[in-house]
């Protein structure tokens, strides 16, 4: 037990490395003399560091060899509940569950979750709970789930369970922000940052991560990107993925792309080795957004994104499935419309245009998104629209369409689409002749762009602007009615004060 707590302490405190070989050394460590009680406590305290010893393996990136691992140990012990047999069961379905190996982890959690009832540990049942919690909200089943984390996150208090204690702030905020419940999101995450600081812990860089995400996903890129410069202090696997993917994703979404190529590549052999589903899909969009600004490998992330969304739709770990969905319409309609795209490239692409349509209707009722799935179906339509050519309907069409966007983005909120889709609906007005209109819509787009930092949105606007001369509104104050993430209380590193 000495030992478990030392190299728990010693996984908190970011030193990974010295954990492991404390873990290795007790584990080689010969058993008791006979006696049934000492081997009893032998074999928990064995199971224990199994479990940590896993937990040490995912933390290094080795996800499937931890699992491998910990599916051993549990074949190795009596089948029968007992505090080490679910202590390992618990391991083994964060370890599921953290790289979307949805249908084992909800298997191994219901597994855990009645083993820790028999067993009556409160930290082990809140283990169970949290991992039951997550994969219950993959599956719709979202108040069950969150009641679920938030009775794991008081056990894991109670029972001064500081490693799920952290766990528990953060899965909580991310599945806040993943149902669109932003500002809760944030909150659980901030509250989980003091409590990291408060004990020493390495987490605060993934509390962070979670807010400069909540951040990315509703528009405030400045704000994102003075939360992803931080430096990185946490030294494991999934921190490392979490803060360049975030940080590359908002360079992106900033119309920054010098760089983010290679990096991209890098992150994708970072979770690659880890056979990691969700953060695979996250290299994905960060890809096609880069195809977008750049051109960059078009073609082959085009392939690779139809590919993903033709897979089947009971599937649980698809919460990015619908910004790829908008992401691919939007190169396929700048295909269509591009003059010198090969007559091939454009029936292929109205095709998969057509394809997506269907697609984005089917995920608009998806549980889990990063990407509101509502708006995603709606700017994929709207894509499509554009799409379609200048004829009178086809333009009004397009004009509904985009108002409807930016009318759901404005609402989310979702500033960088709200004034995408104001500045794609002011393209209809200018080509139409509707120079007030379009004057009207422009202004809209520049203004929220300028607001929030999407400066490659304003260099757009900017020449829209400029060939079809329009004269825009004077501008609001820049930043106004964007809040600070600092202020609902406590800063974060190179926040605002």
Not at 313 to 329: F, H, I, K, M, N
């Amino acid at each position: 037990m000495i030992a478990g707590e030392a190299v728990t302490s010693l996984i908190l405190g970011n030193q990974i490395k010295k954990a492991e070989a404390v873990a290795r050394t007790e584990l080689d460590q010969p058993g008791p003399a006979a006696g049934a009680e000492a081997e009893a406590r032998h074999v928990e305290g064995r199971a224990g560091l199994i479990a940590l010893q896993g937990r040490i393996m995912r933390t290094a990136g080795n996800s499937v060899a931890a699992i491998a691992l910990l599916r051993e140990a549990i074949d190795s012990l009596p089948d029968r509940p007992t505090l080490a047999r679910t202590l390992i069961l618990c391991e083994l379905a964060h370890a599921h569950t953290l790289i979307g190996q949805s249908e084992d982890a909800f298997e191994v959690a219901t597994r855990a979750r009645s083993e820790a009832e028999v067993v009556g540990d409160a930290a082990v049942r809140g283990r169970a709970l949290h991992v039951l919690g997550l994969e219950l909200i993959k599956r719709g089943r979202d108040e069950e789930g969150l009641a679920a984390l938030w009775e794991a996150l008081a056990l894991s208090t109670e029972s001064d369970d500081l490693d799920w204690v952290s766990r528990g702030y953060i899965n909580l905020s991310d599945s806040l922000r993943l149902l669109g419940r932003y500002e809760e999101s944030m909150a659980v995450a901030r509250d989980g940052y003091q409590v990291a600081c408060d004990h020493g812990m390495r987490r605060t860089m993934f509390v962070m991560m979670n807010v400069a995400e909540v951040l990315l996903t509703t528009g405030r890129l400045v704000e994102a990107e003075t939360i992803t410069g931080e430096h990185l202090s946490d030294q494991s696997h999934m921190a490392q993925a979490h803060h360049g993917l975030t940080a590359a994703r908002t360079q992106l979404r900033r119309g920054h792309p010098t760089g983010v190529a290679a990096e991209l590549e890098r992150l994708g052999e970072l979770v690659a080795a880890d056979e990691n589903v969700q953060f695979t899909m996250s290299v994905l969009v960060g890809r096609l957004e880069l195809a977008w600004l750049t051109g960059h490998d078009a073609d082959v992330v085009l392939a690779e994104a139809a590919e993903v969304l033709a897979r089947p739709t009971d599937s649980y770990d698809r919460q990015d499935c619908p910004g790829v969905a908008a992401l691919a319409a939007r190169l396929h309609a700048d295909r269509v419309l591009d003059p010198r795209s090969p007559a091939a490239v454009v029936a292929r692409s109205r095709a998969a245009l057509d394809e997506l349509a269907e697609q984005a209707e089917v995920l608009r009722t998806q549980p889990l998104s990063s990407m509101d799935p509502g708006l995603a179906a709606d700017a994929v339509q709207a894509e499509r629209a554009r799409s379609r050519g200048d004829s009178e309907d086809a333009r009004s069409s397009s004009a509904a369409a985009w108002a409807q966007v930016e009318a759901a983005a404005s609402a989310m909120p979702d500033a960088w689409y709200e004034a995408y889709a104001a500045w794609r609906l002011a393209e209809v007005a200018a080509v139409v002749g509707d120079k007030a209109g379009a004057a009207s819509a422009a202004g809209r787009a520049r203004r929220v762009a300028a607001d929030h930092g999407a400066d490659g949105l304003v260099r757009e606007i900017d020449g829209l602007v400029r060939r079809a001369r329009l004269d825009l509104p004077p501008p609001a104050a820049v930043g106004a009615g964007v809040a600070s993430v600092s202020s609902a209380g406590s800063s974060w590193p190179g926040s605002p004060a």
